[in-house]
């Protein structure tokens, strides 16, 4: 978020001057040579079109300016944005909370929804953690939900919230999620962030279409995220999805094939020492087969 108390026209002229551009380039389809010397110098501010245009004139992103206007340093928001979204679901508890404190100081000064959504979710990973209730948790996971349900479409930050609370809900809430998820991230193809979380949503599918007893509808998700890995070079959700394939294989009656998977699954993890993983799967393996 650009700070709309610094003047940002020096900024965009260090920038443009920098890249050796002239005011005639950056100023082009957005306004006169003349007009673009009066933003430069503050004596006129432009409307948010002009402005993105004279960004893209600049081949510069509005997070990329925002970025260098604050001197290289996130803004307050900004920073609990990336902090969330590095943040995973096995993180120390003392982090979670430190976390959860910046974003309910944040609150004090600010109503944002989103920022309030953070904080309910950081709330239900430290219930689930101190209680192993579920149910505890649920309800603050559930506040997220009652907001993000209303809305016809979501959009990347809206996802990456449902991405991390998922896993709360009943395993057909999940899967009507990860399904319309899948359909909106399908809008950000030429988006790098959506790469990402259309991988995550897709593991979660083939997961909760497993457990929904669906093997062949599941095994058509494996097989397309497992190529997805491949380009990616994304080894340990290989891996999983090896294994995974491997017991959805065994499932439908297919048991040479299912060894094979399971195999390379296991090695993958093996080569790259991801144990404590490793362990979590050969659980998962005994649930399934045994069951």
């Known amino acids: 978020m650009v700070n709309q108390e610094k003047p940002f026209g020096p900024d965009l002229k260090k920038i443009r001057e920098n890249k050796g551009y002239t005011q005639e ?22 409307t948010v079109p002009k402005y993105f245009q004279i960004l893209n004139n600049l081949d510069m992103s509005h997070k990329e300016f925002s970025y260098i206007h604050n001197k290289y340093h996130l803004s307050d928001k900004e920073a609990i944005l990336y902090q969330f979204n590095s ?58 939900w009652f907001r993000l349900e209303k809305m016809d479409k979501w959009y990347l930050t809206e996802l990456r919230l449902l991405n991390n609370i998922l896993f709360f809900f009943l395993p057909e809430t999940s899967l009507f999620i990860s399904k319309r998820a899948l359909l909106d991230l399908n809008n950000y193809r030429h988006f790098r962030e959506a790469t990402e979380l259309k991988m995550a949503f897709s593991m979660n599918l083939v997961y909760l279409l497993m457990e929904n007893q669906d093997f062949k509808q599941s095994l058509l998700h494996a097989d397309a995220l497992i190529e997805d890995c491949k380009a990616e070079s994304k080894y340990i959700m290989l891996a999983v999805l090896y294994v995974r394939k491997g017991i959805i294989l065994e499932k439908i009656q297919s048991e040479k094939d299912s060894a094979i998977f399971i195999q390379k699954g296991f090695t993958i993890l093996e080569a790259i020492e991801e144990w404590e993983i490793k362990k979590e799967l050969e659980q998962e393996l005994s649930y399934y087969l045994n069951s």
Do not use: G
């Open 25 to 46: 380039v950056v100023a082009r389809n957005a306004m006169s040579r003349s007009t673009y010397t009066r933003f430069e110098t503050e004596i006129i501010t432009t």
């Open 87 to 144: 943040v995973t679901t096995n993180s120390d508890l003392l982090l979670l909370k430190t976390l959860k404190l910046e974003a309910e100081n944040y609150l004090l000064k600010n109503d944002d929804p989103v920022i309030k959504d953070i904080v309910e979710i950081y709330e239900a990973l430290l219930t689930l953690a101190h209680t192993h209730d579920l149910k505890l948790a649920y309800a603050h996971a559930e506040k997220v």
